[in-house]
């Protein structure tokens, strides 16, 4: 008798991360955008409909950068390096 064993096929996600636009501000702060990492562009963080608001990070950059770094540390256990290359592969992208 042979005995197979089963392949296991790993999916790997693209990984992502928020960053912090200087021009994607107004005057109650900055708005933080998702990236996701080898795809062109980006998605501000701004409500999906008439009901919702956008995600305000920080009143100046510095400290809307600050949060962000934490968020991406909590949420996606990256270090700002790692989100930096994100956003990088993200502006090379095939239609960017």
Same mark, same amino acid.
């Given at each position: /008798? %042979?005995?197979?064993?089963?392949?296991?096929? %790993? &999916? %790997?996600? *693209?990984?992502?991360?928020?960053? @912090? *636009?200087? $021009?994607?501000? $107004?005057?109650? =702060?900055? @708005?933080?955008?998702? &990236?996701?990492?080898?795809?062109? =562009?980006?998605?501000?963080? @701004? =409500? #999906? $409909?008439?009901?919702?608001?956008?995600?305000?990070? =920080?009143?100046? +950059?510095? #400290?809307?950068?600050? &949060?962000? !770094?934490?968020?991406?540390?909590?949420?996606?256990? +990256? %270090?700002?390096?790692? !989100? $930096?290359? @994100?956003?990088?592969?993200? /502006?090379?992208?095939?239609?960017?």
């Amino acid at each position: /008798m %042979t005995v197979r064993k089963k392949k296991t096929l %790993t &999916v %790997t996600e *693209p990984r992502r991360c928020y960053y @912090i *636009p200087f $021009d994607q501000s $107004d005057e109650h =702060g900055f @708005i933080p955008s998702l &990236v996701v990492e080898n795809e062109a =562009g980006h998605s501000p963080m @701004i =409500g #999906r $409909d008439a009901l919702s608001t956008p995600w305000y990070w =920080g009143k100046t +950059i510095e #400290r809307a950068k600050e &949060v962000c !770094a934490r968020y991406n540390k909590q949420h996606f256990g +990256i %270090t700002q390096a790692t !989100a $930096d290359r @994100i956003v990088a592969s993200s /502006m090379f992208a095939e239609g960017s």
